[in-house]
């Protein structure tokens, strides 16, 4: 909040209405109203592209199918019950193969052969990307039968809700193009991704804000902003350096 | 004497045993630590050398596990199932049911009154149905794995944790442990949930007394307490639950030979 107050060079008393959301939304004391990511998610997706009727969101922790008609929620599937399939898993392989996270994907591509990696825990697969790494395999090939195993969690989860044209991926997954090129090749169809993948939510949640902002109309806005004034000062005052993690 | 090897080459611990004329004259275990050739070299010595023989004096060499292809001697090779219940019926002849929870898979057997497998399931898809979870939260709380049993028997009330998956029970675990919570309230919740997960896994199949558990796992007395609560059973570990697999490869490798 601060970080974008400041980009903007905006001051807290201009903000109208605030929407929060994601995992920690329930933790936003100066939020006027909560709604899940799922709303959210799909509001910025259809806002950047219109035409899109699948969502498949590779978050932190899980990963989501998120199925819109005219943007409006049809069919909704998620994993959070597993690590295989989320970003967590790239993390674990990226640690254990020493290349960071952010090249992973890159780095996959350069493979021709990719391994074969048949475990989907999170901890097998570990212990096998060492197990292929001992027996001489390269990084490039173990990362690409990584993201392949994936892809194939992954796209096995989405298609029980039947994929359709077009498809975005969003979420951290999103900003690896390993794993966007295997989904594709899974799927059989290019994907878009949005230019910040990781912000969709956060947008979707501002146009939300948007909208309720404008039904309310200013003299309502005016009180919500003096009750909202009351709990962000202690808020800011509590939190006066942010920490890192705060702000999901 | 006839002098007979058993070698399990496990993922994570290597076993080996002497048989002299059918009986348990000595036994090795060592960690397998990523390279199997010489685990299994390192492991025979050590039982070797506790029998006070010679590599001369071994007749036959009989192997199951996960490294059965690296071993670089001679040996017979036996299908894995059946040298656990052949294993477990050395031990103890009325086991009906044998539960071997090892650190990358747990498997349940239906056996016979002369240790045959009749019935099975494997579960090795999963940490969670693992004994691989245990090495992972010991290493989280810095404990000794041998003393997660002792810690989980002195819990007051188990933690509960929302999760079935060995990656996210690692944070959950680490977010308990900010908050205060005990480690043997942890422990304790840990053994609940594979419990529980082990427990779906045994009611695949219709299990008779008695059970036996054996495999890494069944060192951690608190698991097979909760074990117990779970299937309604009372639960038998042997003195050395981990060498049944190498017990019973010696055993079906002499036989065969016999035959």
């Given at each position: 909040m601060r970080d974008v107050l400041a980009n903007s060079s905006l001051s807290f008393e201009e903000i109208d209405y605030i929407v929060a959301t994601g995992y920690g939304r329930i933790n936003v004391p100066f939020a006027d109203q909560q709604v899940t990511e799922i709303k959210c998610h799909m509001r910025g997706v259809h806002s950047l592209f219109p035409n899109v009727r699948t969502i498949i969101d590779i978050g932190g922790q899980d990963s989501k199918g998120i199925k819109v008609k005219d943007g409006r929620l049809v069919d909704f599937i998620m994993n959070d019950k597993c690590a295989a399939g989320t970003g967590r898993f790239f993390e674990v392989i990226a640690d254990v193969l020493g290349v960071k996270l952010e090249e992973i994907g890159q780095r996959s591509l350069l493979s021709e052969h990719p391994a074969?990696?048949?475990?989907?825990?999170?901890?097998?697969?570990?212990?096998?990307?060492?197990?292929?790494?001992?027996?001489?395999?390269?990084?490039?090939?173990?990362?690409?039968?990584?993201?392949?195993?994936?892809?194939?969690?992954?796209?096995?989860?989405?298609?029980?809700?039947?994929?359709?044209?077009?498809?975005?991926?969003?979420?951290?997954?999103?900003?690896?193009?390993?794993?966007?090129?295997?989904?594709?090749?899974?799927?059989?169809?290019?994907?878009?991704?949005?230019?910040?993948?990781?912000?969709?939510?956060?947008?979707?949640?501002?146009?939300?804000?948007?909208?309720?902002?404008?039904?309310?109309?200013?003299?309502?806005?005016?009180?919500?902003?003096?009750?909202?004034?009351?709990?962000?000062?202690?808020?800011?005052?509590?939190?006066?350096?942010?920490?890192?993690?705060?702000?999901? | 004497m006839e002098y007979v090897v058993g070698l399990d080459i496990g993922s994570s611990f290597s076993k080996a045993v002497i048989l002299g004329d059918g009986s348990l004259l000595a036994y090795g275990v060592s960690p397998t630590s990523g390279n199997f050739s010489t685990a299994a070299d390192l492991v025979l010595g050590k039982a070797i050398q506790k029998a006070k023989l010679s590599m001369a004096d071994l007749t036959l060499i009989g192997a199951c596990g996960l490294g059965v292809p690296f071993i670089s001697r001679p040996f017979t090779k036996i299908a894995e199932l059946s040298c656990h219940s052949r294993g477990a019926h050395y031990f103890m002849p009325t086991v009906r049911t044998l539960i071997e929870v090892g650190n990358q898979s747990?498997?349940?057997?239906?056996?016979?009154?002369?240790?045959?497998?009749?019935?099975?399931?494997?579960?090795?898809?999963?940490?969670?149905?693992?004994?691989?979870?245990?090495?992972?939260?010991?290493?989280?709380?810095?404990?000794?794995?041998?003393?997660?049993?002792?810690?989980?028997?002195?819990?007051?009330?188990?933690?509960?944790?929302?999760?079935?998956?060995?990656?996210?029970?690692?944070?959950?675990?680490?977010?308990?442990?900010?908050?205060?919570?005990?480690?043997?309230?942890?422990?304790?919740?840990l053994h609940r949930t594979l419990a529980s997960k082990i427990g779906a896994i045994i009611h695949r199949l219709k299990i008779e007394a008695d059970c036996m558990m054996t495999g890494g796992a069944a060192l951690d007395g608190g698991l097979v307490a909760m074990m117990e609560k779970e299937i309604g059973q009372s639960i038998r570990v042997p003195e050395q639950p981990l060498i049944t697999g190498a017990i019973g490869a010696a055993l079906i490798a002499s036989e065969k030979a016999a035959s």
């Open positions: 074969n990696i048949s475990n989907l825990c999170t901890v097998f697969a570990e212990q096998e990307a060492l197990m292929r790494l001992s027996e001489g395999t390269s990084v490039e090939d173990i990362l690409a039968g990584i993201h392949k195993a994936n892809a194939c969690r992954i796209y096995t989860m989405v298609a029980r809700i039947k994929i359709e044209k077009d498809v975005a991926i969003t979420g951290g997954g999103a900003m690896n193009i390993g794993l966007v090129k295997a989904l594709e090749r899974k799927i059989g169809f290019p994907v878009v991704v949005a230019p910040e993948p990781l912000i969709t939510g956060a947008l979707g949640a501002a146009l939300i804000a948007g909208e309720t902002a404008a039904a309310l109309g200013p003299r309502k806005l005016e009180g919500m902003k003096e009750k909202r004034r009351l709990e962000a000062v202690t808020f800011f005052d509590q939190e006066s350096k942010p920490e890192h993690g705060k702000w999901h | 747990t498997r349940v057997m239906k056996t016979t009154s002369k240790g045959k497998v009749t019935d099975y399931v494997v579960s090795d898809k999963c940490a969670v149905g693992s004994g691989r979870i245990l090495q992972i939260i010991a290493k989280v709380l810095k404990v000794d794995i041998e003393q997660l049993g002792q810690l989980s028997e002195k819990s007051t009330g188990p933690a509960k944790f929302t999760t079935n998956c060995a990656v996210f029970l690692e944070t959950e675990a680490i977010s308990r442990i900010a908050e205060g919570t005990p480690k043997e309230d942890i422990i304790a919740g």
